[in-house]
Every structure is written in structure tokens, then in C-alpha cells.
């Protein structure tokens, strides 16, 4: 079952590279003939609605439909957009962003469909309590991997080989994670699915938010979506207008440097109490984004580059945490509706991060900082100059993850099952 995970997570890996690569070249191609930055808001607006409106439906679907059937299915849609897309571009030289989108929606579900069913599917294809552990690790890792190496990927793919090298490569990629789930898949692990026997229950959002249970993870899951999609805009946009851009990559490194030490953290020891570790780095990525929007951390490249490489040490620790977490939660006939509303507050969360960043910066921080009445002390703390909003924007973003988890860290802990006896908290029978 391990080498089925394997051949399912690399899968997964380049279908999602390759869709995140076509996305940014697609908003880089709309905004070099338009010249408009809003194209690449309407992208990833629309690519993350579609993900958030589809997710009930999919939860459902994972209960009627063999495995199987739909991730190959989803690999298959999401090549077919690829190759309308093509199509598209290749037969209507001047065609408008606005005919691209609803398939980039139609591929935005087929991602959100192989996410939600490989991630159903960990606690069946890897059954010892420390294993499962490292593929939580790398089911997470493999997502923030992506998402930082996807803006970087697409540009250069259009440079070099235009949209049409980008769609080739989308669709290329879509193919061998078809082949992947082919080559994964055995009798034996259609006979272990466990939902394939039971009966299809409907799991509404407020059944969980009911459940004293799970209401603190769906409050801490919601607060650090929000919190780390506002750092993605924020973060280097302060560097390069307030730092300078010559601390990029030193900053990159740093940040790498950190996230691959909090993996092997993570497997090594902390997936024996995935609550505790959860709880620590997110206690631990607040400060030091509260200390961020001091001007005085800012001048002192020792304690910002520590800062960051510890921010990032933290970042598997609870995205790994969290994810375990989530998978102890319900009894596995449930795990692909619960893992659905998962995903559901965790999407709509970064949709409301992605739309709300700008106006909280451009609206509200710079016309605060601006007024001239201030005490004198609290200007010295936070600084002037064309970078201070965003440095105070991370702040703000810092007391929230602190408020966030403070607010539920008691009864969160309280409820925490060992990652030994992983109790299901939700029976397959909870509902009837």
C-alpha cells in the first residue's frame, strides 16, 4: 500500500504543478496584451470559488463512486480543459480572458476532486501510526512546494516556449497523473476502501460545528488558512518595498533552509503529539509576525533572518499536525465528507485572505499610518515609509493566529487523541 501512496502522491504532485504553472502563465498572458493586474485577481478568484463550490458535491460523490473512478475521471476532465484551452488560443487569436475562465473552473475542480480523494485515501494506503505521519508530512509539503515554485515555473515556461508551452506541459502533466493512479491501484486496495459498503450519509457543516469536538479545529483551521494565504501577498511585497529586493534570496534560502528542518522535525518526533506541535508553532508564528511590524526587528538581519527560518521550521510542523488531526477525526466511512467541509472553510478562507489583503493595506493601514496625531512612541515602534503597511499588515496578521489560538487552545488540547489509538471522534453512524 506504501508504493501505492508513492505512485499517488507523485501523481498528484505534477497534476497540481502543472495546473498552477498554467494558471500564472495564463494571468501573465492576459496581462501582457491588457496590461492589467486585475487578470490575475480574476484567475486565482475564480480557480478558488470553483474549488469552494464544488467541495459539497465531491464529498457525496466520494461516498457513491469508486475511488478510482474518480480520480481518473477528475485527471481526465482536467486534461480536456487543457486542451480546450488550446483549442481556444489556437483558433481565436484575440480571445478574451473571460472564455478562458469556466475552463480554468472545470480544471480547478478536477484538482479539488484528486485532492480531496487522495487525501481520503492516507489512512488506507499507509495503516503504521509513524509512516502515515511521513505521508502526512509529504502530502502538505508537497502542496506548499508547489505553490512556491508554480509563480516561478509558469513565468519562465511562458518566456521561453509562450502559453502554448505552458498548456503542453499542463496537459502532459494531467496524463501522467492518470497513469500514476493506473499503476497505483490493486484489487486489494478496492476491497480496503471502506466507503465503497456504506451507507451515503450527507454531513452539513453544522453537524461538525455542533460537535464540541471539532469546533476548535474548524476555528483554528479557518484563522490559519486566512493568516498564511494573507502572509503569501504580503510577505514579499514588504521585502521588496521595505527590506529591499536584494534580501529575496537570501530570504528564500532561509525559508527552505527552515521548512526542510520542521520536516524532519516532524517525522522524527513531533507526529507522536500532533496537538501539541499544532498548538507551539502556531503560538510561535505569531510572535514572530507580531514582531514584524517592528520597525526595530526589521534593522537586525540576525534576528530577521532567525525569525524567518523558524517561521518556516514551524510551517510542516502544523500543516502536518493539522492534517493528522483531521484524519483522526471521523470514522473512515465519513472521511471523505469530513475532509470536504475541511477543505470548504480552508478555500474560503484564502478566497476571503486573497480578496481582503489589498483593501486592508491600500484602505486602511496606509490612511492610519498617515495620520498625523500618533503618539510619538508608537510612529518610533512601527516606523515610516512606503513598506511600514505591509510590515504592520503581517502584525495584525500575527494577533490574529495568536487571538485564533488562544481562543481554542484549552479544549483543543482538552479533546486531542494520541496519534496511537487515533480514536474516530464522528462514527460512520453519528448521522443516523
Not at 501582457?32 to 478568484?45: H, L, N, Y
Not at 493528522?324 to 476571503?352: K, N
Not at 480578496?355 to 508608537?378: E, I, Q, T
Request: glycine share 8%.
Amino acid at each position: 500500500m506504501e508504493r501505492a501512496f508513492r505512485w499517488l502522491w507523485l501523481g498528484q504532485v505534477l497534476s497540481n504543478l502543472g495546473t498552477q504553472c498554467s494558471l500564472y502563465g495564463i494571468g501573465l498572458w492576459s496581462f501582457a496584451r491588457q496590461g492589467q493586474v486585475v487578470d490575475f485577481a480574476a484567475v486565482a478568484f475564480v480557480v478558488q470559488l470553483s474549488k469552494v463550490v464544488v467541495l459539497p458535491l465531491l464529498g457525496r460523490v466520494l461516498l457513491r463512486c469508486p475511488q478510482r473512478t474518480v480520480m481518473l475521471f477528475a485527471n481526465g476532465v482536467g486534461a480536456a480543459c487543457t486542451v480546450a484551452l488550446a483549442l481556444q488560443l489556437l483558433w481565436w487569436q484575440q480571445v478574451q480572458l473571460v472564455a478562458l475562465l469556466p475552463f480554468l473552473a472545470l480544471a480547478a475542480m478536477a484538482e479539488a476532486a484528486l485532492v480531496l480523494s487522495f487525501g481520503s485515501l492516507i489512512p488506507v494506503l499507509v495503516s503504521d501510526p509513524q509512516r502515515r505521519a511521513g505521508a502526512n508530512g509529504l502530502f502538505v509539503t508537497a502542496d506548499g512546494l508547489v505553490m512556491s515554485a508554480a509563480p516561478f515555473a509558469g513565468s519562465a515556461l511562458v518566456a521561453a516556449a509562450g502559453l502554448a508551452g505552458v498548456l503542453v506541459v499542463d496537459g502532459a502533466s494531467f496524463l501522467i497523473a492518470l497513469l500514476c493512479v493506473w499503476t497505483a491501484w490493486t484489487p486489494q486496495l478496492d476491497a480496503r476502501l471502506p466507503w465503497r459498503a456504506a451507507q451515503p450519509s450527507r454531513l452539513r457543516f453544522h453537524q461538525l460545528w455542533g460537535h464540541p469536538s471539532v469546533r476548535p479545529l474548524l476555528v483554528i483551521t479557518a484563522v490559519m488558512a486566512f493568516v498564511y494565504a494573507a502572509t503569501e501577498v504580503i510577505f514579499p511585497a514588504w521585502v521588496i518595498a521595505g527590506p529591499g529586493r536584494d534580501r529575496l534570496g537570501w530570504a528564500l534560502l532561509a525559508g527552505v533552509s527552515g521548512f526542510l528542518l520542521g520536516q524532519q522535525l516532524w517525522q522524527r518526533w513531533a507526529w507522536r503529539r500532533p496537538s501539541l506541535a499544532l498548538v507551539s508553532s502556531l503560538v510561535v508564528q505569531s510572535l514572530i509576525l507580531m514582531g514584524a511590524g517592528l520597525v526595530g526587528f526589521q534593522n537586525r538581519l540576525a534576528f530577521w533572518y532567525g525569525g524567518l527560518m523558524v517561521f518556516s521550521l514551524a510551517l510542516p510542523l502544523a500543516l502536518s499536525a493539522l492534517q493528522t488531526r483531521w484524519q483522526q477525526l471521523a470514522a473512515a466511512a465519513l472521511l471523505p465528507q469530513v475532509l470536504a467541509q475541511r477543505y470548504r472553510i480552508e478555500w474560503a478562507s484564502r478566497l476571503l485572505a486573497f480578496a481582503g489583503v489589498a483593501m486592508l493595506v491600500d484602505v486602511v493601514l496606509r490612511s492610519a499610518l498617515a495620520w498625523p496625531h500618533w503618539p510619538r512612541w508608537l510612529i518610533t515602534a512601527l516606523g515610516q515609509g512606503p513598506g511600514r503597511p505591509l510590515a504592520v499588515a503581517l502584525g495584525a496578521m500575527g494577533w490574529l493566529l495568536f487571538l485564533g489560538c488562544c481562543s481554542q487552545w484549552q479544549r483543543f488540547l482538552r479533546e486531542s487523541p494520541s496519534t496511537a489509538s487515533a480514536p474516530a471522534w464522528i462514527a460512520a453512524d453519528w448521522l443516523r
